[in-house]
């Protein structure tokens, strides 16, 4: 993923520009959010409601049930089709063949769980999200896909949903955020010799390298297979042989949706900014060259550099952003390994 953090990248997936991801009705949450996201991931559902309940004729007929038991609280199985539904309506909106949704049943059910155990933590160290950032991100999700408010209020009750969902949903993200911003920042620490022998091995050179580049993310999990994922990438590959223009198969593609409405522009990079892959595939391209699909934890990217720079900055600046490039790195790194022990740690009873 993309570590920036003045832009909207797939690292940092919870942004305004997310509004298309609402659109197409689908989130790996990754650090500080996306690529992201990003993710990415699906709407964060939680239930602590009571089962849904009619009267027929005297008669009370059950229509919902626990799929799981998460800590003290349950994920409904109303909540768990809805997700399902998302997943597939995504993966058809992309032109892929959906699974059926047994095949993905258990893949969601995992993410949800996931979900959970965060906005629990997020409850139990009092974390709340305040109504004007909230009301912002609603706000520029709307902007993004050039709408007024209620334009986007009609087209989402077109798609049998409702601005409150959406607004809920998108503050359960933000919540998810703050606890990985939290959590895993703890956890990861930047020494000065970390910073020294990063310096050293680029020659200690003020005039920094920077790359401005795009791509098209085609991520796995949630719903996509890896093989569902490399015939997806390269249906992309294809459209880009055959001419089309990358900004629009990235917008049509592209599973960072805070890139893709940007034609996948990601702005200017310095080098340590992304993951390895990414950085490594990157460094290697001449201006205007694309790069075949190169694997990242995140899924399968398409990179196409457009221009190349040198900014002179101050040894100081330099290295504050050598030293923010590495944090970031570590803490996406650091990310997967947190959830599987929160993960481990939580008391999770599955009932499909």
Do not use: C
Not at 13 to 28: P, Y
């Amino acid at each position: 993923m993309i570590h920036n953090a003045n832009t909207s990248t797939f690292i940092h997936s919870m942004t305004g520009t997310r509004g298309k991801r609402w659109l197409r009705r689908t989130k790996h949450l990754a650090w500080g959010s996306v690529l992201s996201l990003l993710v990415g991931a699906g709407t964060l559902v939680v239930s602590s409601s009571v089962l849904a309940q009619s009267f027929s004729g005297g008669e009370r007929q059950m229509l919902d049930r626990i799929v799981a038991v998460v800590n003290d609280s349950a994920i409904m199985r109303s909540d768990l089709d809805r997700r399902l539904d998302q997943a597939i309506n995504q993966i058809s909106a992309q032109g892929e063949d959906a699974p059926g949704r047994d095949e993905i049943e258990e893949q969601v059910l995992d993410q949800m769980v996931l979900e959970e155990i965060q906005l629990q933590m997020a409850r139990d160290a009092n974390l709340s999200i305040d109504d004007t950032d909230l009301n912002r991100q609603v706000r520029d999700i709307a902007e993004s896909n050039d709408m007024t408010l209620q334009a986007f209020a009609d087209r989402l009750e077109a798609e049998g949903t409702s601005l409150a969902q959406v607004r809920e949903e998108i503050r359960r993200e933000m919540l998810t955020r703050q606890v990985q911003q939290r959590q895993v920042g703890q956890r990861v620490s930047v020494t000065n010799r970390d910073v020294e022998r990063f310096l050293e091995e680029r020659g200690g050179d003020v005039n920094q390298a920077e790359t401005r580049a795009r791509h098209i993310l085609v991520g796995v999990g949630s719903g996509r297979s890896e093989s569902q994922a490399q015939a997806f990438v390269e249906q992309a590959m294809a459209r880009l042989e055959q001419g089309e223009s990358f900004a629009t198969v990235a917008l049509e593609m592209s599973d960072d949706q805070g890139s893709a409405v940007n034609g996948g522009d990601l702005g200017w990079l310095r080098p340590g900014q992304t993951v390895p892959e990414f950085d490594e595939a990157m460094s290697e391209l001449d201006v205007g060259e694309v790069s075949s699909p190169v694997r990242s934890q995140f899924g399968y990217h398409i990179i196409e550099v457009l221009d190349r720079r040198r900014s002179s900055v101050s040894n100081q600046d330099m290295r504050e952003q050598v030293r923010q490039a590495i944090f970031q790195r570590r803490a996406n790194q650091e990310v997967d390994t947190w959830k599987r022990e929160i993960r481990e740690q939580a008391f999770v009873e599955k009932r499909l």
